[in-house]
C-alpha cells in the first residue's frame, strides 16, 4: 500500500513537471521572456515625459527604490492585442533570492501609458508570458514565479477592461 502511494507521489511529479515543461513551450511560441538581458527607455521609444508618467506609478509600486530608476529597469514594447504595450521588469535591487523580479505592465490609451496591474506593489515573477489566449482584445498575462529551486508558480491574469485581474 505504501508503495503505491509512493508510486502515485512520484507519478504526480512527473506530470507536474510535464506540465510546466508544456507551458514553457506554449510560451516560448507567443510573446515572453526575461528582460534582464534587454531594453532601456530610449531603446523602446520612450520619451521624457511619457518615462515621467510611467516612473511614477513604478515609484509608488516598487519594494524599494533604487540610486537610478533608469540602469535598475529594463523595458520592452510588447503586443498586447488591441493595443502597443509596455513590459518593465526590475533587474537587481528589485529582485528577490529566488530569482524573481517586479513587473509592471502598460497600455497605451487616450495618450497615456497606464498600469495595467492594479494594487500597491508590482508582482514578482521570473518570466512572463502574453497570449496565446486574449480577453476583451488584451492578451492573458501568465507570470511565472519561482518558490524554490524546484517549484514555479503560475498566475494567470485576464484583462477586465481597465485592468489585469486574476482568474
Known amino acids: 500500500m505504501a508503495h503505491s502511494s509512493l508510486k502515485a507521489a512520484s507519478t504526480m511529479?512527473?506530470?507536474?513537471?510535464?506540465i510546466t515543461?508544456?507551458?514553457?513551450?506554449?510560451?516560448?511560441?507567443?510573446?515572453?521572456?526575461?528582460?534582464?538581458?534587454?531594453g532601456s527607455f530610449e531603446a523602446a521609444g520612450v520619451s521624457a515625459g511619457e518615462q515621467k508618467q510611467i516612473l511614477e506609478?513604478?515609484?509608488?509600486?516598487a519594494?524599494?527604490?533604487?540610486e537610478s530608476w533608469i540602469k535598475e529597469l529594463h523595458i520592452k514594447r510588447v503586443d498586447l492585442?488591441?493595443?502597443?504595450?509596455?513590459?518593465i521588469q526590475g533587474t537587481n535591487l528589485l529582485c528577490g533570492g529566488t530569482g524573481n523580479c517586479q513587473v509592471w505592465i502598460f497600455r497605451r490609451a487616450n495618450g497615456r501609458w497606464l498600469?495595467?496591474?492594479?494594487?500597491?506593489q508590482a508582482p514578482l515573477a521570473d518570466s512572463?508570458?502574453?497570449?496565446?489566449?486574449?480577453?476583451?482584445g488584451i492578451k492573458d498575462?501568465?507570470?511565472s514565479s519561482n518558490s524554490s529551486a524546484d517549484h514555479s508558480d503560475l498566475k494567470t491574469y485576464k484583462f477586465d477592461g481597465r485592468v489585469y485581474r486574476t482568474k
Request: glycine share 8%; net charge negative; proline share 5%.
Open 13 to 18: 511529479k512527473i506530470c507536474l513537471q510535464l
Open 21 to 38: 515543461v508544456v507551458a514553457l513551450a506554449i510560451a516560448a511560441s507567443s510573446q515572453t521572456g526575461n528582460l534582464r538581458t534587454q
Open 57 to 61: 506609478v513604478v515609484e509608488q509600486s
Open 63 to 66: 519594494f524599494d527604490t533604487p
Open 81 to 87: 492585442g488591441e493595443t502597443p504595450g509596455l513590459l
Open 115 to 120: 498600469s495595467m496591474l492594479e494594487g500597491d
Open 128 to 136: 512572463v508570458q502574453l497570449g496565446p489566449m486574449r480577453t476583451r
Open 141 to 143: 498575462l501568465t507570470l
